[in-house]
């Protein structure tokens, strides 16, 4: 069942009437079977960037949608109805551009900014090192300048990386000195020589498209590819995690929201005592509660969204919106291989698919622990 949207504009209203012909032409088809194989989509990320999906909340003079965020999750929420591998990986090639865009000079954006947003490099974020996840400040990858200053050698390992070794840049974070303050941001290219990657890690979900390590061995970055100044990194990553959150909530909700249009599909088909399911009572109300618990994850990330778009602040909305949305996404799609009984156990329906790759989405941007404590320490410092 299609969602009542409320959107801006008109503009809106008719790119995701296209999304939702992509994703039902594009992505649907194809969703199955990837996941099953655990094979990589070649040419789809190059058809959703031609059709300008790779760039959307960016302005278009640099190449972007000119799309208010608002929009942009409501696009993110209906690709991951079809496929949240998909979506998934488009919020985080939409997070990996954030750094270049929000940090980068006039001459950087120029150069590299339009193929990323235009989709003809798709990013990864390379962030969370093997001991060093949800506490950034303790990563260890070193980049150390040359001599002549005109690059940086860097040298460790990443871990994590969604489209890693498919990526065609990555939004590197790596040490240029001590404690906190002595992290830098780096846009590295993803042919660079040094650099391999490891196995595709084995997952529960989201196994069409590759997470990987990073194994950098004295790989140099030319020095006019790090972003912002020497130690800012910190800043420049965690500024792009609030809108990196949003990203993983809607994709959570358009996960919750597959689930439970299945779970009704089913529901309204299957009798049992010469009734359909969903008439009686105990399972109507279980339906009921499932699609209360997608309604108020929508609306938590459309409030984060407006706020973004206002200019206001949004960060503890942002981890109000990912805790609830991913908490709401494991729920319902457990309730809906309830729903299916011992059919919702099997492969032969979505449901189980769908509880699989829910469990990731309290994980990844952040543990859902690490949002309640965000939004604990909000409540006795709000934010200005």
């Known amino acids: 069942m299609d969602v009542d949207r409320l959107l801006p504009t008109p503009e809106a209203a008719d790119l995701l009437a296209l999304v939702r012909e992509i994703a039902d032409n594009e992505l649907a088809p194809r969703v199955d079977a990837h996941e099953a194989a655990e094979t990589y989509p070649e040419g789809l990320f190059a058809t959703l960037g031609r059709a300008g999906l790779l760039g959307l909340p960016y302005p278009e003079e640099h190449g972007g949608g000119g799309q208010p965020y608002e929009v942009y999750l ?184 597959a689930a439970l249009n299945a779970a009704v599909a089913y529901a309204n088909e299957r009798t049992t005592f010469g009734r359909k399911i969903i008439d009686h009572q105990g399972l109507g109300f279980l339906l009921a509660d499932m699609a209360a618990a997608v309604d108020t994850a929508r609306a938590t990330y459309l409030d984060a969204a407006r706020r973004r778009d206002l200019g206001r602040p949004f960060s503890r909305q942002a981890s109000v919106a990912k805790l609830v949305a991913t908490d709401a996404a ?44 965000v939004i604990s320490r909000q409540l006795t410092t709000p934010e200005k």
């Not at 409501?74 to 109805?81: D, K, N, S």
């Open 74 to 257: 409501q696009v993110l929420e209906e690709l991951a109805a079809r496929w949240a591998a998909v979506a998934v990986a488009t919020s985080v090639h939409t997070l990996a551009c954030h750094p270049l865009y929000a940090f980068g000079t006039a001459e950087q954006k120029e150069r590299w900014l339009p193929g990323m947003l235009e989709g003809r490099r798709i990013g990864g974020y390379s962030l969370s090192e093997p001991q060093a996840g949800s506490d950034a400040a303790s990563l260890s990858c070193k980049a150390e300048a040359t001599e002549d200053g005109g690059a940086y050698r860097i040298t460790g390992t990443k871990a994590w990386i969604t489209h890693g070794g498919k990526a065609g840049f990555y939004a590197l974070f790596a040490r240029t000195g001590p404690g906190g303050h002595g992290v830098s941001c780096f846009l590295a290219p993803g042919t660079a020589e040094g650099l391999s990657f490891g196995k595709p890690e084995r997952k529960m979900g989201l196994q069409a498209v590759p997470t990987t390590s990073a194994y950098w061995d004295g790989a140099l970055i030319d020095a006019d590819r790090r972003i912002g100044t020497e130690g800012q990194g910190l800043q420049i990553a965690f500024s792009a995690l609030d809108s990196g959150r949003l990203g993983i909530a809607a994709c959570a909700t358009g996960l919750a929201q």
């Open 330 to 373: 494991m729920k319902v799609t457990t309730d809906a291989v309830q729903v299916l009984g011992g059919y919702g156990y099997t492969r032969d329906f979505p449901v189980e698919r769908y509880m699989r790759e829910a469990k990731i989405m309290q994980i990844f941007e952040g543990t859902n622990q690490i949002q309640r404590l």
